[in-house]
């Protein structure tokens, strides 16, 4: 009677062991992951050096573009990263103008850093035009908070110095946002100084 | 005191936790997701071997699908209406050119003739036929494939109009070998359509008019609406003994001609230009249609091999006093540059590819007068296909 009771509490403990090693293990496993997807979250943007405001008078939201560093060699790929906040904006499409030299850098690709957005790249030469539209399927909103927007790639191509500069409008073309009620916002833009030794 | 055996139990259960966590969060990789490609679409085109029929005389009606993309297809539904007072179905007037009669659908054949006659008002076709092999039907790009043929017999000399219903689509095989239902446009053909009366300039001795014939990418059929009949065009003249060029602006009519099939309809109209353009060579003209990018046209006669390919720098075009034929009905206007704020900005950018997608599935007449590129009397992915294909070429010719 005694050695039955003696058992009965020893599995009673057993099961509540269990279940204390359960509980911790799963919050363990979800505090790992919660981790991880902050890790992924800071991944997508990486720390940008302060812009300077080309234009801030009536602007809305801004657009800044920047890199990991400033200085490259020829012949080095270029990653510049533009970060985008659109004030609240939810944004089906956007034009951007980013103007460098062309004697210094080489463009060679954009990429998109929103799923939902296709890119449609014009390289001018001495500038580029991009225009990005929303994908028709896609219904969530797209409010830009501080995102990374678009990567672009250049080529480093002789030593010297050049400022890639995201212009408001040359010729008949401009930089901005438009929204889901079909209006353009102009963004504060920036630019950023890259040297080539 | 827990047992050893129950100490290793939970060790056991333990590390079996971690592992399953380690193993899944590191080695197992998650699936991919693809995402479909953009919206493709399927023109339903109605042509005719007649423009114009008098009572009692046949004529017969292809029904054809122009795909925007490549892709094949088990079966098709088209849904052809027709006014029984203004024609019947010919004995034996319906030929399924692609896949059988799926009866089991309800698909008319020549045995049901009878009873689509019957009667008198409005009748509905169903053309529904299925592609017997496993692969289907293999559509390409931008190529009209005829399904069917009907042959009518006219019971008057009046208009006439064969038209399709939203109900007709395609039945799309996709990679996966699922089947997806594709809606095809609607549409219709017009026979003995009073013609649009284009207007004959009238020019002053000595002066210089021009009649032209332009093509505007995308409208395959005849506009929905009465008041999309006419377009204004924005026409500039340059080159020749012109020390900068000069602007005039016409109204375009649609007529009901065109090169081929598969080939938009071609508008027409006329203008007399000031008294500074004189007869003479090397001019150049800019025509750019109300939700178009403009073109730059250096020959009486231009043409190009594919939509929107013709590019030209040195003016060559020769006016003469009078009337001039240019007929530039061989090139494509592309669709693009819409008057989103009340004008056009001479771009094709995401302000006009917005304004499609906000405004889609509208039918009222302000969305439809700014951004209906087509024609076919509302915001569809037709129109924002066109908006897309523009891209490519993106900003007006100067």
Redesign the interface.
């Known amino acids: 009677m005694e050695n039955q009771k003696s058992n009965l509490l020893t599995g009673i403990k057993f099961f509540l062991l269990a279940a204390i090693l359960i509980l911790v293990s799963s919050a363990f496993i979800f505090i790992l992951k919660e981790k991880n997807k902050e890790l992924v979250v800071n991944q997508e943007a990486p720390s940008i050096s302060p812009p300077q405001n080309i234009i801030s008078a009536n602007k809305t939201g801004f657009l800044t573009i920047g890199s990991v560093k400033n200085q490259y060699s020829p012949g080095q790929l270029i990653e510049m990263e533009i970060v985008a906040n659109s004030a609240g904006s939810d944004i089906t499409g956007y034009d951007l103008i980013v103007a460098y030299n062309p004697q210094v850098i080489t463009f060679k690709e954009a990429q998109s850093l929103v799923d939902d957005f296709k890119i449609y790249p014009f390289d001018e030469k001495n500038y580029l035009s991009l225009t990005a539209i929303k994908d028709l399927k896609s219904q969530r909103e797209t409010v830009f908070n501080k995102i990374g927007l678009v990567k672009l790639i250049f080529s480093a191509k002789t030593r010297g110095e050049t400022e890639v500069i995201i212009l408001p409008k040359l010729d008949k073309k401009e930089t901005f946002f438009v929204d889901k009620n079909t209006q353009k916002i102009y963004p504060v833009l920036s630019s950023y100084k890259i040297t080539i030794k | ?3 050893n055996r ?1 100490i290793l139990f ?1 060790i056991f ?2 590390g079996f ?2 592992i399953t ?1 380690f193993i899944q ?1 590191f080695f197992i990789k998650k699936p991919k997701i693809f ?2 490609k ?2 493709e679409t399927a023109n339903l085109i109605l042509s005719s071997n007649k423009s114009s029929v008098s009572q009692g005389e046949d004529f017969t009606i292809t029904v054809k699908v122009s795909p925007s993309a490549n892709f094949a297809i088990q079966a098709y539904k088209v849904y052809l209406t027709f006014n029984r007072n203004d024609v019947l179905i010919k004995d034996s007037g319906i030929t399924y050119l692609r896949g059988d009669p799926s009866t089991n659908l309800g698909a008319h054949d020549n045995t049901s003739i009878t009873s689509i006659n019957a009667g008198t008002g409005t009748a509905t076709i169903n053309l529904i036929g299925e592609i017997q092999s496993i692969a289907g039907l293999t559509l390409t790009a931008n190529t009209a494939i005829p399904l069917v043929e009907v042959t009518f017999v006219a019971r008057t000399n009046q208009r006439i109009e064969i038209g399709s219903t939203s109900q007709s689509k395609l039945i799309k095989i996709n990679s996966d070998y699922t089947l997806t239902d594709l809606p095809l446009s609607v549409t219709s053909f017009v026979l003995n359509q009073p013609a649009t009366p284009i207007p004959t300039p009238t020019q002053a001795s000595g002066g210089v008019s021009l009649n032209l014939k332009l093509k505007f990418q995308g409208i395959m059929q005849p506009p929905a609406r009465s008041n999309q009949r006419t377009m204004p065009v924005k026409i500039k003249v340059g080159g020749g003994n012109l020390t900068q060029p000069i602007t005039v602006s016409a109204n375009f009519s649609f007529t009901t001609n065109r090169n081929s099939d598969t080939n938009p309809y071609i508008w027409q109209g006329s203008v007399n230009l000031p008294p500074s353009v004189s007869p003479g060579n090397n001019y150049y003209l800019l025509v750019k249609g109300p939700k178009h990018i403009q073109k730059r046209i250096c020959t009486n006669s231009p043409s190009e091999t594919s939509p929107g390919s013709y590019r030209c720098f040195s003016g060559q075009i020769q006016l003469q006093s009078g009337v001039n034929n240019l007929d530039f009905s061989r090139i494509y206007l592309l669709a693009g540059d819409i008057p ?2 009340g004008g056009q ?7 006009d ?3 499609i ?4 599935g509208k039918t009222d007449s302000g969305v439809l007068a700014i951004a209906d590129l087509n024609l076919d009397g509302k915001l569809d ?1 037709q129109d ?1 296909s066109l908006v ?1 294909a523009a ?2 070429v ?3 010719e100067e």
């Open positions: 005191m827990l047992k129950q939970l259960l333990t936790l971690l966590f969060t995402k479909s953009a919206s989103v704020s900005d001479g771009v094709v950018n995401s302000l590819t917005s304004y997608r906000n405004n889609l992915t924002w897309i891209l490519s993106r900003a007006d």
